[in-house]
């Protein structure tokens, strides 16, 4: 049996959000995707199921597609901030739970969580600061969990190959935990545990504060 999901609305149909959409609609999720223009929705309509065209600066329309009723929504107008500011708030106003908003500068940020949003997220920035760990370091890949703490992809130092992860004192030393192992020419990840050795072409998934985790990973 699926596994049920909350209905969740998305509102702003740009690159970023019929990207959401399109994600939620296909992990099973019964969306309802808005946007202003008409084109759009009719686009999307092919794939998305129940898209409206709505102008989510008006309260009024905001109650007459039922945005109430949801208690997920995802604000992820684009270029807009006045717009999007103003349907953040309409919003919030209905009671919504969880509100996540885009935002395009911090500054944007701040005005959303103070009119509502429960959780703003800066794209662009994101994909930005994980691109410049990437190509200045040793990483793999790179995830900012919350302020100041992540979760990296890389080669395990050469300096605790051959060793178990508690002759390594990690957390000790340096205050970063492995939770996971790819070991070279193994398909997926399993987890980390005291006992593992690492060895030369394995990959680790390791967490803990930014500075640590990139002090570890360029300790090769």
């Known amino acids: 049996m699926a596994k049920y999901r909350e209905p969740v609305a998305v509102l702003g149909l740009g690159r970023f959000g019929s990207a959401l959409a399109s994600e939620l609609v296909r992990l099973g999720t019964d969306v309802l995707a808005v946007d202003r223009d008409e084109e759009i929705v009719q686009r999307l309509s092919h794939h998305l199921g129940r898209v409206v065209a709505a102008d989510t600066t008006s309260a009024d329309a905001l109650s007459e597609i039922g945005l109430a009723d949801f208690t997920r929504a995802v604000i992820a107008i684009g270029s807009d901030q ?10 919030a106003d209905l009671g919504v739970g969880q509100i996540w908003a885009k935002a395009l500068s911090a500054q944007h940020a701040k ?8 959780h703003v997220v800066l794209p662009e920035h994101d994909m930005g600061e994980r691109v410049a760990h990437l190509v200045s370091g040793t990483m793999i890949d790179y995830l900012e969990i919350e ?20 002759q390594s004192r990690l957390r000790s030393e340096h205050r970063v935990t492995v939770v996971s192992i790819k070991p070279q020419g193994e398909p997926s990840f399993r987890h ?15 967490m803990g504060a930014a500075a640590d985790v990139e002090g570890f990973v360029d300790s090769q």
């Not at 005005?111 to 429960?118: K, S």
């Not at 302020?147 to 890389?154: D, M």
């Not at 980390?192 to 390791?206: F, H, I, M, N, P």
């Open 82 to 91: 006045e717009s999007s500011i103003l349907t953040t708030s309409l919003v």
């Open 111 to 118: 005005i959303l969580q103070r009119v509502g949003a429960h």
């Open 147 to 166: 302020p100041g703490w992540v979760l990296a992809r890389a080669k395990p130092p050469q300096h605790i190959v051959g060793r178990s992860l508690s």
């Open 192 to 206: 980390a545990d005291a006992d593992t050795v690492l060895s030369y072409g394995d990959e680790v998934l390791v």
